[in-house]
T-cell receptor, first 115, second 112 residues
Framework: DTGVSQNPRHKITKRGQNVTFRCDPI?????LYWYRQTLGQGPEFLTY????????KSRLLSDRFSAERPKGSFSTLEIQRTEQGDSAMYLC?????????????FGQGTRLTVV | TQLLEQSPQFLSIQEGENLTVYCNSS?????LQWYRQEPGEGPVLLVT?????EVKKLKRLTFQFGDARKDSSLHITAAQPGDTGLYLC????????????FGTGTKLQVIP
């Protein structure tokens, strides 16, 4: 297992276009998280899946954002009608099981630039 | 969701110096994690502390959890350039769900 994989690593898009990012978690990890991070700041929570169920969505996740994890494995994050303010690093993480105090393993992120 | 404040926000020191960074919350932590993030990479877990007053050591890094479980500190002895990065504290159980909520971060630069 090579860890959490995110694609693409970099995305440049024009304002108003739609973009979709993919996250492949570590095999058999039940939990999957999406975060957004701007330069020099800590990651901000966007949404969280337990298997295929989306359990929580942040207020940061406007109606232009949608995330899916259809089979409880990989996940996609789509941003519609992108705005310059969407420019950020989008991080995906996964963690195993149902217990607390477990480590979240992060991917290398997708850096989005909206021009 | 509680707010995790970290201080200082930025820290630039010479190689060999010691430093301490802090993580504070308005509420009690169920447990607390420290991560380090290097540029272009995702955060990597350093340690998890669970019990009030707990102290954990990882080579030159010493992590302490406050007695009241509302604060934590990370002390680095004899800092090296390889310690450069963004240090993040996080709680892994927020709002009734097992999700990781991060602090504001401390950006550390160690100058050779």
């Amino acid at each position: 297992d090579t860890g959490v994989s995110q694609n693409p690593r970099h995305k440049i898009t024009k304002r108003g276009q739609n973009v979709t990012f993919r996250c492949d978690p570590i095999s058999e990890h039940n939990r999957l998280y999406w975060y957004r991070q701007t330069l020099g700041q800590g990651p901000e929570f966007l949404t969280y899946f337990q298997n295929e169920a989306q359990l929580e969505k942040s207020r940061l996740l406007s109606d232009r954002f949608s995330a899916e994890r259809p089979k409880g494995s990989f996940s996609t994050l789509e941003i519609q009608r992108t705005e310059q303010g969407d420019s950020a690093m989008y991080l995906c993480a996964s963690s195993p099981g149902q217990t607390r105090n477990t480590e979240a393993f992060f991917g290398q992120g997708t850096r989005l630039t909206v021009v | 969701t509680q707010l995790l404040e970290q201080s200082p926000q930025f820290l630039s020191i010479q190689e060999g110096e010691n430093l301490t960074v802090y993580c504070n919350s308005s509420s009690v932590f169920s447990s607390l994690q420290w991560y380090r993030q290097e540029p272009g990479e995702g955060p990597v877990l350093l340690v998890t502390v669970v019990t009030g007053g707990e102290v954990k050591k990882l080579k030159r890094l010493t992590f302490q959890f406050g007695d009241a479980r509302k604060d934590s500190s990370l002390h680095i002895t004899a800092a090296q350039p390889g310690d450069t990065g963004l240090y993040l504290c996080a709680e892994d159980y927020s709002g009734g769900y097992q999700k990781v909520t991060f602090g504001t971060g401390t950006k550390l630069q160690v100058i050779p």
